[in-house]
């Protein structure tokens, strides 16, 4: 391979294993979109899984590059062209914008039609790792979502190689029939209980006691409780995706001896918690949901549905191929991608790690610290959220499925406290739209965390989380594990007038 730029995010293919109809995951050295509307198409694209074509939704502009880069400063210009047959919409995860071009149906904007588009045009006030994704239905099982990034000029002379991964998890069946599966009790009742590994779970980071099962367990519909305890995975995929490809045909990246990289990763899945295994790579954690976080060594990071994680890899100065993993947790199933030399000799990595991963929970939730946090002063308003399920896959806040409560009132300028208080048998990773807040306490016990804007709450545990309401509108609040969020875990914050 030619020696080129760190800069650039290079790719290169292990072997010829994704469709000619496929988009490039090549993302611009260049802002996307720095003049005029850059076109964004929602569309239909066939991707190779396991030897099987599929064919799955994708975001892709013009040039079939799939996601979107900017720059901090400019403007999002965005226009959405919707190629389907049915329905979508589009919802920029991470960002800030105005109530009304946040991309949800019946909150912020209507549907868009097939043949029709919308024009969005807000400005990009900070950078980070985001993604985008369809807010609609259960198109996100897929597919419908690619990376999102906006970077900061003043690191443009930085002589660092991005790396931009996004996951999901995947399955060839219709997403109607996995919900119905789970509505039933079908998936609901083979839910995978959760290896009690305490210290994983962050119990032993923030003292918290043993877990005890909700009243009742998770029952699906079928009457029959689950493992008592938290469980994990109540959906069984046929594959887990970076960058649409399994570790039977991974993504290799072309990396420099001795080269500076920047892992921008993604958790885009559905349903499916990951720990990034960095393998025999050092790293350092630099950034989560695209917000600076003082910087934590590791090989091993646990990475909730809808989080980001930035880590900065200083590689070795040998010629070499170094694997990346993602593994589900409670599980040895992985997917990743391969950072390469020139020279390096790529192996072929097995799809599964030697030993189950441990729940993903809170023990590095515990250890961040953001480098910006917010300004120390007291809560004007404050609001509990408490979590329940019940019989039928049915997942509430409050007591109530998403369209039966108020929501949660706010005025703007307060320092808003939420609490979250996870009563079910399963964590579920919460996000607020329009905002980042920082979280501020774990079961109770107070601490200057890290700004984000997705937070995990584990199974009978809870999470304080503060922000400053500095952005008038209507934001959805809800669990971003896509069937608990169609089972009602959905409200949201309105600003009074």
């Given amino acids: ?227 008592a305890g938290p469980h994990l995975n109540d959906v069984e995929y046929d594959a887990f995706l970076a960058n649409d490809r399994t570790l039977d045909d991974p993504e290799v990246f072309q990396v420099e001896r001795g080269g500076r990289v920047r892992l921008r990763l993604i958790n885009g899945a559905a349903a499916t918690n990951f720990w990034i295994d960095l393998g025999g790579l050092d790293g350092r954690l630099i950034a989560v949901d695209g917000m600076a976080v003082e910087p934590i060594s590791g090989r091993r990071f646990e990475f909730a549905i809808a989080q980001r994680l930035d880590i900065a890899l200083d590689l070795p100065k040998n010629e070499g191929a170094w694997p990346i993993f993602a593994i589900r947790e409670g599980d040895r199933v992985r997917t990743g ?66 369209g039966e409560a108020a929501p949660l009132s706010v005025s703007k300028g307060e320092r808003v406290e939420i609490t979250f208080r996870d009563q079910t048998t399963m964590a579920h990773p919460m996000h607020l739209h329009g905002h980042h807040f920082q979280v501020v306490a774990i079961n109770g016990k107070r601490f200057p965390g890290a700004v984000r804007d997705t937070v995990l709450v584990p199974s009978q545990g809870s999470v304080t989380v503060a922000f400053d309401a500095v952005n008038p509108g209507k934001w959805p609040l809800h669990c971003h594990h896509l069937y608990h969020m169609i089972g009602g875990m959905m409200t949201a914050i309105e600003y009074e007038s």
């Fill in 1 to 227: 391979m030619p020696q080129l730029s760190r800069r650039r995010f290079l790719t290169s293919f292990a072997a010829a294993g994704i469709a000619a109809a496929s988009p490039s995951w090549l993302m611009p050295a260049g802002p996307a979109f720095a003049g005029p509307a850059t076109l964004l198409k929602a569309g239909r694209r066939t991707i190779e899984v396991k030897r099987r074509a599929a064919t799955v939704y994708g975001l892709t502009q013009a040039d079939g590059t799939h996601g979107l880069v900017a720059e901090a400063g400019n403007s999002f210009r965005v226009r959405l062209e919707n190629g389907l047959d049915e329905e979508t919409l589009i919802h920029w995860h991470g960002l800030t914008p105005p109530w009304k071009q946040d991309g949800v149906p019946e909150i912020s904007q209507a549907l868009l039609s097939p043949g029709a588009a919308h024009d969005y045009d807000f400005p990009l006030a900070r950078a980070g790792t985001n993604w985008m994704h369809s807010h609609h239905g259960l198109q996100e099982q897929g597919l419908l979502a690619a990376p999102l990034i906006v970077r900061d000029p003043g690191e443009a002379r930085d002589d660092v190689q991005e790396v931009v991964v996004l996951f999901h998890d995947f399955t060839f069946r219709d997403a109607t029939e996995v919900l119905a599966g789970l509505q039933g009790g079908g998936q609901a009742a083979q839910a995978q209980a959760a290896p009690m590994d305490h210290a994983a779970m962050g119990h032993a980071a923030m003292g918290h006691g043993t877990p005890t099962p909700a009243a009742g367990g998770h029952s699906g519909g079928s009457g029959v409780a689950a493992p």
């Fill in 337 to 402: 991608f391969i950072l390469a030399t020139s020279a390096g000799a790529v192996k072929r990595a097995s799809g599964e790690a030697d030993e189950a991963a441990a729940a993903v929970g809170l023990a590095l939730e515990g250890k961040l610290r953001a480098v910006q946090p917010l300004a120390g002063r007291p809560a004007d308003r404050e609001h509990t959220v408490t979590i329940t399920e019940a019989p039928g896959y049915v997942w509430m806040l409050n007591g109530k499925r998403s």
